[in-house]
């Protein structure tokens, strides 16, 4: 079991967080045409969808967003559980040839973007796959850097980042937890 030990983030920062994430993704990419998001279940999904709710405010286009269920190609599939829950993939579009940004709520060894990048390519070839996280806390595993990132924050590896979304939630905000005694 884990508590809450420091709080980093409220609802306010959260939301400056994603919003200047939301401006870098526009800049890089010139605006959002061919642009598709994709947020990694679970707390990916609300980020994203904020996302899109701030491209909507600052050019007036929708893009298309969907989720992303990565159970079926996890490396550890098998360690999880003998007979995992697949909640399935919502994929808006076609992506072949598109700009796929990639979201999720916290980015640590990097194994759940390899997942979520083969999942992406078991779909189709987009053009490019950006990564878009709200933290990005160390202690890589595999060579994957996010291209936008809300925060960066060094924790120990005792430590965990927990980020809740209203959404998902019922409260936003973001904390350092550690195991209870």
Do not use: W
């Amino acid at each position: 079991m884990m508590k809450r030990k420091t709080f980093l983030m409220d609802e306010t920062s959260v939301g400056r967080a994603i919003l200047r994430i939301s401006h870098e993704i526009l800049e890089r990419n010139k605006g959002t045409e061919d642009l598709v998001l994709l947020g990694i279940k679970t707390r990916g999904v609300p980020m994203a969808e904020r996302i899109r709710a701030n491209f909507e405010k600052i050019e007036g286009k929708k893009v298309p967003c969907g989720s992303l269920d990565i159970t079926l190609y996890r490396d550890d599939l098998t360690e999880l559980s003998p007979s995992p829950a697949v909640k399935g993939s919502d994929i808006p579009c076609d992506i072949v040839g598109k700009n796929i940004i990639l979201v999720d709520d916290v980015l640590f060894t990097g194994r759940t973007v390899r997942a979520a990048i083969e999942a992406i390519l078991h779909t189709g070839r987009p053009k490019t796959i950006q990564l878009a996280v709200l933290i990005d806390r160390g202690h890589r595993e595999l060579p994957i850097r996010a291209d936008f990132v809300g925060k960066n924050i060094p924790t120990s590896l005792k430590e965990m980042i927990s980020v809740a979304f209203e959404e998902t939630d019922g409260e936003t905000g973001v904390y350092i937890c550690e195991a209870e005694d």
